[in-house]
T-cell receptor
Framework: EDQVTQSPEALRLQEGESSSLNCSYT??????LFWYRQDPGKGPEFLFT???AGEEKEKERLKATLTKKESFLHITAPKPEDSATYLC????????????FGKGTKLTVNP | GAGVSQSPSNKVTEKGKDVELRCDPI?????LYWYRQSLGQGLEFLIY????????KSGLPSDRFSAERTGGSVSTLTIQRTQQEDSAVYLC?????????????FGEGSWLTVV
């Protein structure tokens, strides 16, 4: 069974204080690892898809990286508007197109 | 429309009543998903539709839950005889197709409260 574990559950940063969020996964043949951002009362917003170990993708202050066992979402010099819950999900080769999600990391960036 | 549209955005219902939640996917997207998000929990897969193929119902928690997709577009999730544990946000999502890595785009969700 595909599983995703995200850590930490919550993270508080000061504006400008860089850090990383972790997503550990077990999957039978990775067909994509996905990062989403979710604001309170909203649906998840797509950020990145990574397919193979060593791949990296960037968007503004965010950079996602992937190894064979985990993914990191690096946040460089965060701003208060980066505050949100960040969700990680995987799609495996088990014959289903569904994504299996972790419980998320709630990020708060204080000014 | 530009994104996945869900209605109602909020629904309060009495225990034992039936509810229907509607999803209108992004135009041209052939795949449609329903997920449930309970307070403090991750997104839980419910059901997946792709074109005319038989849906993947493996995530439906009980036979009180059912979903249909008419004409390959709009979908309705029905919960019969609602229970308090059904209170959650029900999220619909769509994607262009089944090719590996197809991105799934979510709607804003339907917030269901069972009292």
């Amino acid at each position: 069974e595909d599983q995703v574990t995200q850590s930490p559950e919550a993270l508080r940063l000061q504006e400008g204080e860089s850090s990383s969020l972790n997503c550990s996964y077990t999957v039978s043949g990775l067909r994509g690892l996905f990062w989403y951002r979710q604001d309170p009362g909203k649906g998840p917003e797509f950020l990145f898809t990574l397919y193979s170990a060593g791949e990296e993708k960037e968007k503004e202050r965010l950079k996602a990286t992937l190894t064979k066992k985990e993914s990191f979402l690096h946040i460089t010099a965060p701003k208060p508007e980066d505050s949100a819950t960040y969700l990680c999900a995987v799609r495996g080769q088990g014959g289903s197109e569904k994504l299996v999600f972790g419980k998320g990391t709630k990020l708060t960036v204080n000014p | 429309g530009a994104g996945v549209s869900q209605s109602p955005s909020n629904k309060v219902t009495e225990k034992g009543k039936d509810v229907e939640l509607r999803c209108d996917p992004i135009s041209g997207h052939t795949a449609l998903y329903w997920y449930r998000q309970s307070l403090g929990q991750g997104l839980e897969f419910l059901i997946y539709f792709q074109g005319n193929s038989a849906p993947d119902k493996s995530g439906l928690p009980s036979d009180r839950f059912s979903a249909e997709r008419t004409g390959g577009s709009v979908s309705t999730l029905t919960i019969q005889r609602t229970q308090q544990e059904d209170s959650a946000v029900y999220l619909c999502a769509s994607s262009p197709g089944t090719a590996s890595g197809n991105t799934i785009y979510f709607g804003e969700g339907s917030w269901l409260t069972v009292v």
